[in-house]
């Protein structure tokens, strides 16, 4: 696998994300692996793995990662911005699974705020960002951004419970799947893209995000705390946070990570 990728991914000079690779049979998780590195791990390494054992995904959750069924990776980056600026980071991200996907499949997946990628109305793409405390840095801290892509899953694979929002590569094509090293090479080059773009080239990454958010223009059902409210996706503001007019005719601007988001007539 870590030669067919090396002799994939695009040789530009100036490429961080990718350039250092790993590329393992089965580990616990490939963010806990770049964590593990800490400070001894290079700008722009990547961490690809064909098997989890403890995938992680946002809130707590678990991420099941079976053998050769998903493309789960995470590149550690040190960007050079203003801790601030880190919040569009996994937005921008969606934005750049979604190219990738595009790029190697017949497909064009939407996002459903914050950031799930979407085809069909289901799940096709998780991700996670985590920030590790580095105080020696001054600026930003590095951060670990996992990306986890369902590539060759039947629906009896994912399981009755995720089977209704979860969706992979393979069913939304209705056949083989890309390879997991092209698909692989295709999401580092569209990362590096992103890197290369953090934090100036924002405004690309916002209008394609706005055109594939699937959440804008619907109502949906705001869970905080386990309080469910319902409203409509008025606009993602400069910062992807989220504006809800609720039925009151009030607005409010969420956050990521402060709510959960549902479409009231389905997973978007
Ligand atoms: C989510 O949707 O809740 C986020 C899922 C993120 C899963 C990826 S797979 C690669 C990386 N390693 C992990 O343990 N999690 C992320």
């Known amino acids: ?33 770049l964590k593990r590195l800490g400070g001894q791990a290079p700008d722009g390494l990547a961490v690809l793995a064909l098997e989890q054992t403890g995938g992680r995904g946002r809130q707590g959750r678990s991420f099941v990662s079976p053998a050769g069924q998903g493309l789960y990776l995470s590149v550690l980056l040190h960007p ?42 289901k799940k096709l793409c998780g991700i996670l960002t985590e920030l590790e405390n580095n105080p020696q840095t001054g600026g930003a801290s ?19 419970e995720v089977a209704p929002v979860a969706i992979s590569l393979a069913q939304a094509l209705g056949g083989p799947p ?3 090293a092209v698909l692989a090479a295709a999401v580092l080059d569209e990362l590096d893209a992103l890197y290369a773009a953090f934090p100036a080239g924002g405004a690309e990454y916002l209008a394609d995000y706005r ?13 905080r705390r386990g309080v469910p409210k319902e409203g409509w996706a008025e606009e993602i503001d400069g910062e992807f946070a989220l ?26």
Request: charged share 20%; proline share 6%.
């Open 178 to 180: 890309p390879r997991l």
């Open 211 to 223: 055109q594939r958010c699937l959440t804008l223009g619907h109502p949906v059902q705001v869970l």
């Open 80 to 121: 050079r911005c203003a801790p601030q600026q880190l919040g569009g980071l996994t937005a921008w991200t969606a934005v750049a699974v979604c190219r990738a996907v595009q790029r190697v499949c017949p497909l064009s997946p939407g996002i459903k705020w914050p950031n799930d990628v979407i085809l069909a109305g």
């Open 142 to 160: 590095p951060v670990v951004v996992g990306i986890g892509i369902n590539v060759s899953q039947r629906e009896s694979d994912f399981g009755p």
């Open 243 to 268: 504006w809800v007019r609720w039925k009151s005719g009030q607005r409010e601007r969420l956050s990521a990570g402060e709510v959960s988001v549902r479409g009231l007539l389905g997973y978007v």
């Open 1 to 33: 696998m870590q030669e067919e990728l090396e002799a994939l991914l695009q040789r530009r000079a100036q490429r961080r994300v990718g350039r250092a690779l790993r590329c393992l049979d089965r580990v616990d998780s490939t963010n806990n692996e």
